[in-house]
C-alpha cells in the first residue's frame, strides 16, 4: 500500500468551529471544550473518509512571516484569534495526539508555506496528498498527486475540478493572483485591471512573464501590467508557497496509528 498523507490546516478548521460554538455557547469555557470535541470529531471523520497511512495537523505561529517584511500591510485588518481561543490551543493539540496525530507548528512560517513544503516532499515521491481547507490559496498546488478536501462542504478538489471552476491552469493561478491581487491579505496586485481583465491577459499571453516581454502596448490592460512590474513581481512572489522549508522530521515520523 502505498503512502497517503492528510495534512490538515489546523487554524482554517479550529477557527470555523469555534466562530459557531462562541455562537451557541454564552459560557466561553464550554464553547472551547465544544470546539475541542467537534474538531476532534472532525478529524475522524476526515480519518475515516480518506484512510491515510500519514497524517498532520498544522498550525500558524501567529508572528509575523518573511512576507510582513516584504509588505507591512500584509493581511492587515484580519480578525485576530480571540485570546482565550489562542490559550487553549494546547489542550487541542494535546486531544490530537491522544489520537495519535502530531501537531507541526514553526515560530517564524506560515502554516501555508509548512503545508506546502510537506505536500512537496510528499508529492516528488509520487505519493498521495490530501490538503484540508478552505483556503484557495493551496490551490497552486494541485498536480495528480495533491487534492484538496474542503470539510465544511464535503467537498473533494482535483486539478480538473479547479481549472474547471476558474477557467484557468494550475500554473496561471499564481500570475492571475499577481495581477488582480488579493484584497483579503492586502495584495493590491495591478490595480485598474481587475479579475476579468486578469483572465483575458492570460488567455492572450499564458502567464506574466510573456506578458513583461511584449513590445506592442495597445493594450490598456498590458500596458498597465507593464507599468507596474514591480507590484505584479511582488504581488506574486507574496501569493506564490514556499516549498523548501527546513522541516527537521520524515515522513515515516507522521504515520498514523489509531489509539
Known sequence: ??????????????????????????????????????????????????????????????????????LAEYKEGRKPIPP?????LPQIQDAFYEMGIESLITEQDEADDLIATLN??????????????????????????????????????????????????????????????????????????GNKGALALLEEYQNLDNMLQQTETSDKRLLKVKKQKNEALLAKKLVSLKIDIELGFNLKDLRYQKK
Open 1 to 70: 500500500m502505498s503512502a497517503s498523507l492528510l495534512i490538515i490546516d489546523a487554524m482554517n478548521l479550529i477557527r470555523r468551529i469555534y466562530a459557531v460554538q462562541e455562537k451557541q455557547n454564552t459560557n466561553n469555557e464550554f464553547a472551547l471544550s465544544a470546539t475541542n470535541n467537534t474538531a476532534c470529531n472532525a478529524i475522524q471523520k476526515m480519518l475515516r473518509v480518506h484512510q491515510p497511512t500519514h497524517v498532520i495537523c498544522v498550525f500558524d505561529s501567529h508572528q509575523e512571516s518573511w512576507r510582513h517584511q516584504l
Open 84 to 88: 482565550t481561543l489562542k490559550a487553549y
Open 120 to 193: 512537496s516532499k510528499v508529492t516528488e515521491r509520487q505519493q498521495r496528498c490530501i490538503i484540508v481547507s478552505t483556503d484557495k490559496g493551496f490551490y497552486q498546488l494541485l498536480n495528480a498527486y495533491t487534492s484538496i478536501y474542503d470539510y465544511f462542504k464535503s467537498l473533494h478538489m482535483d486539478s480538473y475540478y479547479v481549472e474547471n471552476q476558474l477557467g484557468l491552469k494550475i500554473c496561471q493561478l499564481t500570475d492571475f493572483w499577481a495581477i488582480a491581487g488579493i484584497s483579503s491579505s492586502h495584495i493590491k496586485g495591478v490595480e485598474g485591471v
